[in-house]
């Protein structure tokens, strides 16, 4: 299969074209700067400049563009471009998709959301059909799910990835706990009675390759492992396997002075099923916290 892949150098982008290159399938990635070779190719979301000629002939786009949720900091102006980046970048291929020939348009556009689209659902599970919550990340999702409309009015299979938390210690949510588990001065965040919906990096790649075959499967997806697990579940889970205490709470103040308005997102609880994927036939090889936890240690 020929991919055409943007976000290709982030921290789920890096994974997946691993991934993609050792199945066989040939991966071109979008780049701001100058193409180094034929693999690449240049784009300008911001501006919303990409060249048609380089998404025809691609049998699939998947997009994962995005400044990094948990990178820093959040003030006003991080808020903007985390926005920003992911609604341009969206719209962009939407619009250079449905303006190409339909014989020389890709079968399929898998565009990366979030599982923040729900919300603080509390204790209340939520599936592929609930609405879009209330809050900073479900205002983005919103907007970032709705720039893919050309593609999908142009007749594009668009599958849009709800992404969760996906587990590698050397990314996402969990490479930030390390060192302070390491050092015994970790702990739940707040109450810890937040859900948290996780998935392994594996099961996260697997998905993604799962969905990009499967011509009948359209509109979101939750990309998440099937349990949930409370903060205070995932801390204690994470103690065990690193042999550490997890004795000391994290202050929900305490947050917010170090992430700004990050922390409400790290203290909302959405307890998420992955009811698409299931019933498609999907089958998770870490469907336990433990399974999924020790995979993302080990890698």
Not at 277 to 299: E, K, S, V
């Amino acid at each position: 299969m020929r991919i055409l892949l943007a976000g290709a150098s982030g921290f789920l982008g890096t994974r997946l074209v691993e991934r993609l290159a050792a199945d066989g399938h040939q991966v071109t990635r979008l780049v701001r700067r100058p193409p180094r070779d034929q693999r690449e190719r240049q784009w300008d979301p911001a501006a919303g400049q990409l060249d048609p000629a380089a998404i025809a002939g691609s049998d699939a786009v998947v997009n994962l563009a995005g400044a990094g949720v948990g990178d820093r900091r959040w003030n006003e102006g991080y808020r903007r471009l985390i926005r920003t980046s992911r609604v341009d970048s969206t719209g962009t291929l939407a619009t250079a998709i449905a303006g190409l020939p339909e014989a020389d348009r890709p079968r399929a556009l898998l565009n990366s959301s979030a599982v923040g689209w729900y919300g603080n659902t509390g204790d209340r599970t939520v599936e592929e059909d609930a609405p879009a919550g209330e809050g900073f990340l479900a205002d983005v999702c919103r907007v970032w799910e709705a720039a893919t409309r050309p593609a999908e009015d142009a007749g594009v299979r668009v599958v849009r990835l709800r992404i969760g938390l996906p587990l590698h210690r050397d990314g996402g949510m969990l490479k930030p706990q390390l060192l302070p588990m390491r050092l015994g001065i970790s702990g739940p965040l707040g109450g810890g009675r937040q859900w948290w919906p996780w998935i392994s990096m594996a099961d996260w790649l697997r998905a993604v390759l799962f969905l990009l075959d499967r011509d009948d499967i359209a509109g979101p997806v939750n990309v998440v492992g099937p349990e949930s697990s409370t903060n205070a579940e995932f801390t204690r889970e994470l103690a065990r396997q690193m042999h550490r205490p997890a004795i000391m709470p994290i202050p929900a103040l305490a947050l917010k002075v170090a992430l700004g308005g990050f922390a409400h997102e790290a203290l909302t609880s959405t307890r998420v099923l992955p009811t698409a994927l299931t019933r498609a036939g999907f089958t998770h090889h870490h469907p336990t916290l433990p399974a999924a936890l020790q995979a993302a240690l080990a890698a």
